[in-house]
């Protein structure tokens, strides 16, 4: 049998869909590139097995087979040589709600957890609606990518009060991909200061080439027993209305914890969408997803001529993993609200500003590049028309 062809092209319809990204903004008739779903349809294998589902009829509760467990298991031992157990893995509704009941597990109101701004704004509200604060290890940037000022991780680290460092891994929106050696170096720090490590790995499909992501936990022993890995197919495949995600914790009494949290928050419950869509990504999706992974570096090498050839003056950050470029503005001399706000009313082009994810320091914009190329050149078109005060 051949290769199978996916249309990556095709436009979508997605409004009047109740969708969070193109029915949801104030403004009629807006583009929206911000938040972070994409605009293609998913793998042709979970249709089928959706559509085989919602055929039975029947939508009670669900329970969560053996196959389920396997098929989690058997994609990162394939991709990424991470062996999981399935009495380490405990399912929920989404990577957002695991990562707060993960802090709720491991802090106490008032408690310090490290973050690397900028970073994912969910966390800021995740640590503040379990009673604790951030502590910021601010990520350095120069030469249009981040790396980690490691003295002041330490610093950080070693405060009595931070109990829990909340990993982005891929880094969202930095992009970064961190090295088994970068992995390394934060759990290590880590270890020596007794803070619990929460990884929040749900990009960790969606990779450039040339990088590799790596599970934290599966670097080490002491790495695996003394963290929590969050983990979805719902970015990879484009199924977050389905809801399901799975926190990996290795040491009993951390995950009995995670476990009580978990029932306590009240997102021990799945839908049988979630289950089913889960299993037909992992057993069935790869070859959908390496055209997508092509797709998608294609689409972010577009941007990045578009930018060298209309925008010289804007910085676009590199891109090692995620579908989310963060460029840098500083050019414009405007603040990044204004200049995103500015966006959306004058070219009804919406994106994300730096503040959200804590980047105070220079005007960034984040762009969802997981869309169609003509929808991606739109948008561009729309933005250089802004740079340029053609409106």
């Not at 961190?178 to 880590?190: P, Q, S, V, Y």
Request: with cysteine.
């Amino acid at each position: 049998m051949g290769k199978a062809v996916f249309n990556f092209d095709e436009i979508v319809d997605r409004r009047g869909t109740d969708s969070v990204k193109w029915d949801g903004g104030s403004v009629d008739g807006v583009l929206p590139m911000w938040v972070a779903d994409m605009d293609f349809r998913t793998a042709p294998c979970v249709i089928e097995a959706l559509r085989r589902r919602v055929d039975h009829g029947v939508f009670g509760y669900e329970h969560v087979p053996d196959s389920y467990y396997e098929a989690v298991i058997n994609w990162f031992g394939r991709r990424y040589g991470w062996r999981m157990r399935r009495e380490w893995m405990i399912y929920t509704s989404g990577v957002v709600p695991a990562v707060s009941a993960v802090i709720k597990a491991m802090t106490s109101p008032g408690d310090k957890v490290l973050v690397q701004q900028p970073v994912y704004n969910c966390f800021f509200s995740s640590i503040r609606n379990n009673g604790c604060t951030a502590e910021d290890n601010h990520l350095i940037y120069a030469d249009g990518t981040y790396t980690v000022d490691f003295d002041d991780f330490e610093r950080r680290a070693a405060d009595p009060q931070v109990k829990v460092f909340l990993l982005c891994n891929p880094h969202n929106p930095a992009g970064r991909v961190w090295t088994a050696d970068e992995l390394r170096r934060m759990g290590d720090i880590c270890m020596r200061h007794g803070v619990f490590v929460i990884s929040d790995e749900i990009h960790c499909d969606i990779t450039m080439p040339g990088y590799r992501y790596t599970p934290f936990a599966s670097l080490s022993d002491e790495f695996l027993m003394h963290s929590a890995t969050c983990t979805a197919p719902t970015k990879t495949f484009n199924i977050a209305g389905t809801q399901i995600a799975n926190i990996t914790a290795a040491d009993d009494d951390v995950r009995r914890r995670i476990d009580k949290a978990i029932n306590i928050n009240e997102v021990c419950d799945v839908s049988p969408f979630g289950v089913t869509a889960l299993q037909a990504a992992y057993n069935h999706g790869e070859e959908w997803l390496g055209a997508l992974l092509d797709y998608l570096h294609a689409n972010y090498e577009f941007l990045r001529t578009f930018f060298a050839e209309h925008m010289p003056q804007l910085t676009v950050t590199k891109l090692e993993g995620t579908y989310l470029v963060w460029v840098e503005c500083s050019a414009l001399g405007k603040t990044s609200k204004t200049i995103v706000d500015e966006l959306l009313h004058r070219e009804k082009l919406w994106l994300n500003d730096a503040d959200m994810y804590g980047e105070h320091e220079r005007p960034f914009v984040r762009i969802n590049i997981a869309c169609p190329r003509a929808t991606l050149e739109k948008g561009l078109r729309l933005f250089v028309r802004y740079v340029n005060g053609e409106a």
